[in-house]
């Protein structure tokens, strides 16, 4: 059974650009979250979706937004990015809103320029 | 603020010695903890959950504690081996959040 995959691994973007980073969940998982990890730090929170619903939002500015689909991939998209949105982007699944833990993909590396 | 404090932010053991990594947390009251281990380049691996109610949870070489009165969890890894070393991350969560609170992370090494 394939694990969390997240798409792409690596991005280069420069300054004011839009990205838009992919997420699959495991098969049966209805919770997909977002999480962002700065070098050296724990991750931090950005959104969770349950159901096609968003079930929480963390401190992050609107220029982030996300969606998740019918069959519960989902999307983040981040607008006008900044050098400070370098990280390491991480989705999760769960099967009930991460009460039983999360499994990760293992990111999405974005670097602006 | 919420805030959690994972004990030295590096720690260096001797292959078969037991690892003990410490959680604090302040402004909080979390329903449950959990432990990921993560490698360098990859996402976090769910290893261990505690809740509230529980006092200590084992799983193979790895032991979790939960003290809500010190606000703290201990995390034990016993005959520890080198393929052990990693970055470990405790997260908090609560039962009304839809998140996971995480500190910053012990960095193990396991030296043989």
């Known amino acids: 059974d394939a694990g969390v995959t997240q798409s792409p691994t690596h991005l280069i973007k420069t300054r004011g650009q839009h990205v838009t980073l992919r997420c699959s969940p495991i098969?049966?998982?209805?919770?997909v979250s977002w999480y962002q990890q700065v070098l050296g730090q724990g991750p931090q929170f950005i959104f969770q979706?349950?159901?096609?619903?968003?079930?929480g939002r963390g401190n992050f500015p609107d220029r982030f937004s996300a969606r998740q689909f019918p069959n519960y991939s989902s999307e983040l998209n981040v607008n006008a990015l900044l050098l400070g949105d370098s990280a390491l982007y991480l989705c999760?699944?769960?099967?009930?809103?991460?009460?039983?833990?999360?499994?990760f993909g293992s990111g999405t590396r974005l670097t602006v320029v | 603020s919420q805030k959690i404090e994972q004990n030295s932010e590096a720690l260096n053991i001797q292959e078969g010695k037991t690892a003990t990594l410490t959680c604090n947390y302040t402004?909080?009251?979390?329903?449950?903890l959990q432990w990921y281990r993560q490698d360098p380049g990859r996402g976090p691996v769910f290893l261990l959950l505690i809740r509230e109610n529980e006092k200590e949870k084992r799983k193979e070489r790895l032991k979790v504690t939960f003290d809500t009165t010190l606000k703290q969890s201990l995390f034990h890894i016993t005959a520890s081996q080198p393929a052990d070393s990693a970055t470990y991350l405790c997260?908090?969560?609560?039962?009304?959040?839809?998140?996971?609170?995480f500190g910053s992370g012990t960095q193990l090494t396991v030296l043989p």
């Open positions: 098969s049966g998982h209805k919770s």
């Open positions: 997260a908090l969560g609560s039962g009304s959040a839809r998140q996971l609170t």
């Open positions: 402004n909080y009251s979390p329903a449950y």
């Open positions: 979706y349950y159901e096609k619903e968003e079930r």
């Open positions: 999760a699944s769960s099967l009930e809103q991460g009460i039983y833990g999360y499994t």
